[in-house]
């Protein structure tokens, strides 16, 4: 060899491995960075994905045109141009992530389209590729099964569309990625290539693969689909050895894998570390490992069995009857997607509701016009969605109804003159293995009332009026842990006292643990403010996911609670009503929600007298980040966090809300809270979920120390903000107003000033 060649087979390697740890360091690196923007509550620009798949295009293919260009030897120059080739074509596909990521059949079907462009513009250019032999295409599918099998296990399907666009996307980037993965393949292996140029050959090859599959796939699928598609050329450079292979048949089902079987919009670390981005995970590692196996088989076995050909098709029909076993018997089977929230035009008419002095003849009142409008104005759409026979599920506290359909009906949808607009309302897929609960609890009860407690005054006011006794309290969460000792005597009970629409569950539990700390903060014995309440729940976080749909179920349930399984529009029992509602979540774009979503609820639970109370969300310190519905209304009373020291903390969201209104209202400790954590146990959370549940125990307190205060939500808020401790947020760049609303909430003065008012207006 001489020293030139040397040089420039050094090159070369030094250029693959540089292909490499870009590409993965870019995009893992962009993946991070969004992960982090999402974590402070906002999402990464629509342009930052696109931006940072060009970015490693540019790395990658700038010396490879180089090493194409300069070296003497005709293998570098190979390698330089076809790895040149596919990273510019990694970044052309990546364009397609200018999609919003709650379009996700648009962007598959953009894929497909710039892949199949892309892929006839070669083809034009460098001319037709010569057919591959008939069995070598059934093997090549067999081992592109194989990488599909770990898929089918650990994923799930979204919905028909969805599913059909992937499927196009995966075919149209496996014959973009053929013409470069052959020749890439052809400089190793030949006929009397063995292991060492059938490693060769696939080294190149997969190097080829990273750098085209790293524009495939939405933030993070293409993170997984660089672990798993990129092996797949050690496979094909063992089918090379016997002629050409099909590489659309080994890719196609490799790329539809991830593609069609892993949601990115649940691969978020927010919904923690054993959710679909663990699963996803291990189904890119096991297809690795399957592939790299089948690979390490077919290089004796296309080397000196004779009869291969002949056993070719029954070969790849075994594998794809395990595929349909795998997904049957392991997998998730079925569709699981494509559905909309329809918001009509007319919502119903609640004024007046207030001057009505019975409590619960103004909650019945309202949930009378709510249901009543509901069910004359949606009269036609149900008739015309039964009509094209899709199903849907009514709702009434937000006058809407959820429809089980994608875009192709989005658009007869919103065309509709009754109709105002159509949401998106993502549903979760199913997993393997239902994680466990995200927080559990390690600590002992704490010994007296802890410092959150005490720094409210809350306990003062236990020796001095009341526990809260004959106030309930109802908590929308990911549950309750109904046996914990904090919460297990103070459960209202009943068959009206808790909805679990996701697992159907029969008694109060907790998959997550959020709920049964927030609620134990507010009622619980022991570490709650008002422990003589009693409390009702609903699940609407099965797995720190939520959507329009998801909140409307449990916040109907909250308004006229009914028996699991009953029509809520007709079953519904609002004398059953909870006085004080405690909301420690928030719905933004990612579950569906626009501003204006939730509005009309919040506004109807002001109307029937029904205090709500709402988490300012964790998005600070940067002003102008309470932007997530329900925090966002003015009928909401949004709750930030202080410090042990009564300092604001640094994540609680500030104001002004994207309608101009100062927010938060009020503060209440949220850094470091112990409370009741699933299993018995207890722990330290924090963030403004931690903090609102502080209110709602206080509204409890003060109305169970007067009686007449129930339902006057007006005059009850005044009380509140009138009696304040103090918190100095004069530094704050946001203003006193938008970064500690009125101050710290004191437990003690309010219910004294409550005590005091003797004379209430009207509500």
Excluded at 681 to 697: E, N, Q
């Amino acid at each position: 060899m001489t020293r030139s060649r040397g040089w420039a087979l050094g090159l070369t390697i030094v250029l693959g491995l540089w292909a490499v740890a870009v590409t993965i360091g870019v995009h893992a690196g962009a993946w991070l960075v969004g992960e982090a923007v999402q974590a402070l509550g906002s999402t990464a620009p629509r342009w930052f994905w696109p931006v940072a798949g060009w970015l490693a295009a540019v790395l990658v293919a700038g010396p490879a045109m180089l090493l194409a260009w300069l070296s003497p030897v005709p293998f570098a120059r190979t390698a330089g141009r076809q790895w040149a080739l596919t990273a510019l074509l990694g970044g052309l596909l990546g364009t397609a992530r200018f999609v919003p990521d709650t379009y996700h059949e648009v962007y598959l079907a953009l894929l497909a389209l710039l892949a199949a462009a892309a892929a006839l513009v070669h083809r034009a250019v460098r001319g037709r590729a010569e057919r591959a032999d008939r069995w070598l295409l059934w093997l090549a599918l067999a081992a592109g099964l194989v990488a599909l099998l770990p898929w089918l296990w650990v994923g799930a399907f979204g919905g028909l569309v969805e599913t059909v666009a992937a499927l196009l996307a995966a075919v149209a980037v496996a014959w973009l990625a053929a013409r470069p993965a052959t020749a890439l393949t052809a400089l190793g292996a030949s006929p009397r290539s063995t292991w060492g140029g059938t490693a060769l050959g696939g080294l190149t090859a997969g190097v080829g693969l990273l750098t085209l599959v790293a524009g495939v796939g939405e933030p993070a699928v293409q993170l997984f689909a660089l672990v798993a598609i990129p092996p797949l050329a050690f496979p094909l450079a063992a089918l090379a050895r016997r002629g050409r292979p099909a590489v659309p048949a080994l890719l196609a089902p490799a790329l539809f894998g991830p593609l069609a079987l892993i949601d990115p919009d649940e691969t978020t670390l927010l919904l923690g570390l054993r959710d679909v981005a663990f699963w996803a995970v291990i189904g890119a590692v096991a297809s690795l490992i399957l592939v790299l196996l089948a690979g390490a088989a077919l290089v004796p076995a296309t080397g000196r069995v004779r009869w291969l050909p002949r056993f070719a098709a029954l070969t790849a029909a075994v594998v794809a009857a395990a595929g349909v076993l795998v997904a049957t018997a392991l997998g998730q089977p079925g569709l699981h997607g494509e559905r909309l929230f329809v918001i009509m035009k007319e919502q119903a008419d609640l004024s007046g509701l207030r001057d009505v002095p019975d409590r619960t003849t103004r909650i019945r009142q309202t949930y009378e016009r709510l249901v009543g409008t509901a069910e004359r104005s949606q009269a036609p759409l149900r008739a015309a969605l039964r009509a094209k026979r899709l199903d849907f599920t009514p709702f009434y506290l937000v006058n809407g109804v959820e429809v089980h359909a994608g875009p192709l009906a989005r658009q007869w949808l919103e065309g509709r003159s009754d109709v105002d607009r159509v949401l998106l309302n993502p549903q979760l897929r199913p997993l393997p293995v239902t994680p466990g609960p995200a927080h559990d609890g390690s600590s002992v009860a704490p010994a007296t009332p802890p410092w959150n407690v005490t720094l409210i005054k809350a306990d003062q006011v236990w020796s001095e009026f009341t526990t809260g006794r004959g106030i309930v309290v109802g908590s929308s969460d990911s549950g309750v842990d109904g046996n914990h000792p904090a919460l297990r005597s103070s459960f209202r009970g009943s068959d009206d006292s808790w909805l679990d629409p996701f697992g159907h569950t029969r008694v109060p539990f907790d998959p997550n643990g959020h709920g049964t700390h927030t609620l134990a903060t507010a009622v619980g014995v022991g570490v709650g403010v008002a422990p003589g309440a009693q409390w009702i729940a609903c699940a609407n976080l099965p797995r720190n996911l939520g959507s329009m749909s998801a909140y409307l179920d449990c916040l109907q349930f909250m308004l006229a609670p009914y028996p699991a399984g009953a029509d809520p529009l007709h079953a519904g029992e609002p004398q059953r009503a909870p006085h004080v509602l405690t909301n420690s979540w928030g719905c933004p774009k990612l579950e569906g929600c626009d501003t204006r979503s939730l509005q009309q609820a919040v506004d109807a639970f002001s109307a029937a007298g029904i205090f709500f109370v709402a988490a300012a969300g964790n998005t600070g310190p940067d002003c102008a980040t309470v932007t997530d519905p329900p925090a966002n209304y003015p009928a909401t009373f949004t709750i930030g966090a202080v410090t042990r020291t009564a300092q604001v903390a640094s994540f609680s969201s500030r104001g002004p809300t994207p309608a101009g209104l100062p927010k938060p209202d009020l503060m209440a400790p949220g850094a470091a809270i112990v409370s009741a954590l699933p299993g018995g146990g207890y722990g330290a959370l924090s963030g403004t979920s931690m903090a609102t549940p502080h209110v709602a125990g206080v509204v409890a307190l003060m109305w169970a120390a007067n009686p007449a205060l129930i339902g006057h939500i007006e005059q009850t808020r005044t009380l509140m903000l009138r009696t304040t401790q103090p918190v100095d947020a004069t530094t704050s760049p946001c203003g006193q107003a938008d970064t500690a609303g009125a101050g710290l909430v004191d437990a003690l003065s309010a219910v004294r000033a409550a005590t005091a008012a003797t004379q209430t207006p009207t509500p």
